[in-house]
């Protein structure tokens, strides 16, 4: 069911649990072991915040590992890059067990391609992006048999899952998105990515953050030059738009071009994951479908999104891409275009938000997000604790 955010503040039901650090007492009586299994290498800035939070209690045995993360050569072969991956965690300091026994926990940033290795270990699932596709519920559907801990960010989630019947086969928890936990906590700097990309300190720094599939790309790529001189534009594509298996390399290319062309736009590394650091930067930012959209408004600031033909995205079997359709989501708090002309004017529009859009921000991050507060990672370590005892 397609809705304005407005039309759907409903009361959530009593099976929803919300926890606040600090109300149990930890578990001490043994080692407790927990295994993060990081299908894909970008999955890692949705985890590590809780990696964090539990490193920092002794009775916490962590150790991680990685997918093969495959990129494709010459449009043919597909090439691992986990033993790379792999060796960048280990000079990290992390411990890698590529074949974990007999874990207490997992966590993942979806659900596991064996969850059935793992036994009777608690399964944690913080998704990796959580936006408004339906693959989360596919995913966790197809795998009926399995019940993981689904840790969700909000009421909209809460609803959406029971909406699919989700709240029948898993085991919901209300904590807030870990993700986010950096935005409150004074980790990240803009000045830091101004320096790192000798961008124009005295400029707005625009984002433009769109996903693989369904994407906005080669729409934006025609009019991102009408605001490069007014702005600092950063482009943050994501890693499939880069590796060639999910998506074309002409993704990448397009603004590898145009990033030669405009000395002014910058694109950022594929190297880079971590979207994180330039979400907190950004004063607006330009996307899609993309989860950054959401995230983008826990700092209540407002965004582009770049409407798409929403009957036309469908799964391989028919099914909707998108939970909810592009020119509904966010329709009063994010600014919407539909043709690549509009983009200066919503840039314009973006940065200079309106009290009554400033009001509508604030309403729908409510909404999305039980806690803004830097915490949400006690939280799921309080869930952990209280679901083991």
Known sequence: MYFNLRLKKGRLGTKIHKYHPGNRHSMKSKKIKVHFEIVQEYYWPAMEPIYTALAKDPSYDLTI?????????????????????????????????????????????????????????????????????????????????????????????IEKLKEHGLDTIETIRDVGLPK???????????????????????????????????????????????????????????????????????????????????????????????????????????????????????????????????AKLKHSDGEPLLEEKTTEWLKDSFVHISQPEQLAEAVTQAVNPTEQRKKQLKEDKEYIYSYTDGKCSLRVKEAIEDLLS
């Open 180 to 310: 986010l936990d950096p935005f409150f906590t004074g980790a990240y700097s803009r000045e830091e990515i101004i320096t790192r990309h000798n961008l124009d300190p005295n400029k707005k720094i625009v984002l433009y953050a769109p996903t693989y599939k369904p994407t906005s790309i080669f729409k934006v790529a025609q009019s991102i030059h009408t605001i490069v001189e007014q702005y600092n534009v950063v482009v943050k594509l994501h890693p499939y738009s880069w590796s060639g298996k999910y998506a074309p390399h002409s993704q990448h290319r397009i603004f590898e071009k145009l990033a030669q062309k405009h000395q002014n736009l910058c694109l950022v590394s594929k190297d880079i994951h971590d979207i994180m650091p330039y979400l907190f930067a950004a004063d607006t930012m330009i996307s899609e479908a993309s989860s950054v959209i959401n995230e983008f408004l826990a700092l209540e600031r407002c965004g582009i999104i770049y409407d798409l033909e929403d």
């Open 65 to 157: 590992s990685i997918g093969p993360n495959h990129k494709r050569l010459f449009g043919i072969f597909l090439l691992s890059q986990r033993e790379a991956i792999e060796k960048k965690f280990i000079e990290k300091g992390f411990t890698i067990d590529r074949n974990c026994k007999n874990p207490d926990v997992v966590i993942c940033g979806d659900t596991l391609p064996n969850p059935k290795r793992y036994g009777n270990a608690l399964l944690c699932n913080v998704d990796h992006g959580p936006c408004f596709k339906t693959l989360r519920y596919r995913n966790l559907l197809k795998q009926p048999h399995t019940r993981y801990v689904v840790f969700a960010e909000g009421r909209y989630r």
